[in-house]
């Protein structure tokens, strides 16, 4: 006799708890998926605007394998509910002395691109670096983006298999460090910088081997035809249409136990009974007793601290003018030292670099109401909103104007989320917006992983192995949903057997339910 598959709820559905309501609920689990706000997405959130919904988070997809992976696993095809366009410019740059470098999907196109603006010796550097990015990407995507928990055997059983990763890797070195080395040009070395921001670190502070976010960038980006919200939406509805319930606008208080292991969760309204609770959000409110004195000892504090970078955030609708903009277009502060010294301080920079989303770029008129989303990155301690609010305002559009770039009409106050609103959006979290800190080597082992001390509860997310950022959301909710299927079926008598995709079921599982479109 087949055992009742578990019933199991999700708190949280940004993409880590989606992607893990999927392959669950296709596994045959009775899921609930409950979440505070109004709407699937979490971080990959939108504000409204008088053109339409504005991404207010992720604006773009890396990675695509893992995307395809999660639809494949589940007897879907990506392709066949999304559309995904690439870049192809990944990303135009500025300076203030007006320079400009676009890097682009074609990598040939990219070397001739920085050869031009800073010569044939720079061209050779880009060139071995972006040659070091893929050799340390190809080397630890599976021993630890890939891997359900990260041990520090495997990655020197990588190291010692192939010991020339030693001086890719360069263990003693920040990666600031390692660029300023690998780049003669300062604002390349800038540039490259500006990807340890991408999982929430200062390059000043950050290891060397993350250098390899740039090769995760390199191998493509793409838009998501309607804004990225719409794979949150998906992922939602194939859920739904696996018989996974949800419940918005409902926030839970507390994570209950009965001998000795989670119950269900309690939030302002009901109880969800549960024989599994998978919890979405950032670690912090478990570890400082948010959802109750109980789940606490899940998490320990130095899996969630010290804390990572968050960010003041614009998102609105306007009329560009004056700058000839890409779907990503930064503008670099003068001086990233300071701008890292003052983040490092908790303190709002004065000179920042600024990232800028024209997410209707190529799809309207160059004088048409347009999209946008400026993302100046911002210390993740709780402010002085009514302070911080008018100053960042001031000083991005001003900054913006140095460049020669205007809005018509210029956004207003609320416009503008700040790092106390991303806390108060994501409780616990102290508007970090990527977790645990990526600063020291050995930070990558220090976040928690799916599985917790306590009976029944488990975690995914960007605050979870592997981290922060869409893709490693989604990697997570894949090893929690395997970690999930693994330790139901060991509780069962009769022989396991494999199903598709590696996970462990009974050997008469409950047929999986599959999708109505």
């Not at 939108?46 to 053109?51: I, L």
């Not at 599976?142 to 891997?147: G, K, L, S, V």
């Amino acid at each position: 006799m087949a055992q009742q598959p578990p019933k199991i709820v999700i708190i949280g559905a940004g993409i880590g708890g989606l992607a893990a309501a999927l392959r669950l609920a296709h596994q045959g689990c009775e899921v609930t998926v409950l979440d505070m706000h109004g709407a699937a997405g979490g971080k990959m959130r939108t504000v409204p605007s008088a053109a339409g919904p504005v991404d207010a988070g992720p604006t773009v997809l890396t990675m695509r394998p893992v995307f395809e992976a999660l639809f494949t696993d589940v007897d879907e095809e990506l392709s066949a509910h999304l559309t995904l366009e690439p870049l192809a410019t990944l990303a135009r740059h500025y300076w203030d002395d007006g320079t400009q470098l676009d890097l682009m999907a074609d990598q040939a196109h990219s070397h001739s691109n920085v050869t031009a603006a800073f010569g044939s010796k720079a061209g050779q550097e880009f060139a071995r670096f972006s040659a070091r990015a893929q050799r340390l990407f190809a080397a630890f995507d599976a021993p630890m983006m890939h891997a359900h928990a990260p041990r520090q055997w495997a990655m020197t059983k990588t190291v010692l298999g192939n010991p020339s990763l030693i001086p890719d890797m360069a263990p003693h070195r920040t990666m600031a460090g390692l660029l300023k080395s690998s780049f003669r040009n300062p604002q390349l070395a800038q540039l490259f910088g500006r990807y340890a921001t991408y999982v929430g670190g200062s390059p000043y502070a950050s290891p060397a081997i993350l250098s390899l976010i740039w090769h995760a960038e390199a191998q493509g980006v793409w838009s998501v035809n309607g804004g990225i919200q719409r794979l949150a939406q998906t992922i939602a509805e194939l859920a739904k249409s696996r018989g996974a319930e949800f419940h918005y606008n409902t926030k839970a208080t507390r994570i209950t136990q009965q001998n000795g292991r989670t119950s269900g969760v309690q939030t302002l309204d009901a109880h969800f009974p549960a024989d599994i609770v998978l919890f979405n959000g950032d670690p912090c409110a478990l570890q400082s007793g948010l959802l109750g004195e109980g789940v606490k000892p899940a998490v320990q504090e130095t899996q969630v601290s010290p804390r990572s970078l968050s960010a003041y955030v614009h998102a609105f609708a306007a009329r560009p003018s004056g700058v000839d903009l890409a779907h990503h277009t930064v503008f670099f502060g003068h001086d990233p030292k300071a701008e890292f010294a003052a983040l490092a301080k908790g303190e709002m920079p004065t000179d920042a670099t600024l990232y800028l989303c024209a997410q209707d770029h190529g799809h309207k008129a160059a004088d048409a109401l347009q999209r946008f989303e400026i993302i100046m990155n911002g210390p993740p301690v709780p402010r002085d909103a009514h302070k911080e609010k008018p100053l960042c305002q001031t000083q991005t559009f001003a900054r913006l104007q140095q460049f020669g770039l205007t809005f018509s009409p210029t956004p207003g106050p609320d416009a503008l989320t700040t790092p106390q609103g991303f806390d108060h959006l994501f409780p616990a979290s102290s508007g970090s917006l990527y977790g645990r800190s990526p600063h020291g080597l050995t930070a990558a082992f220090k976040r928690p992983t799916a599985r917790t001390p306590i009976k029944g509860l488990y975690l995914c997310g960007g605050g979870a192995h592997p981290g922060a950022g869409v893709p490693m959301a989604t990697l997570s909710a894949a090893h929690a949903a395997a970690a999930i299927m693994t330790d139901h079926a060991s509780t069962l008598t009769s022989p396991q057997t494999a199903t598709r995709g590696g996970t462990l079921t009974g050997s008469a599982p409950a047929e999986p339910k599959r999708s109505l479109s």
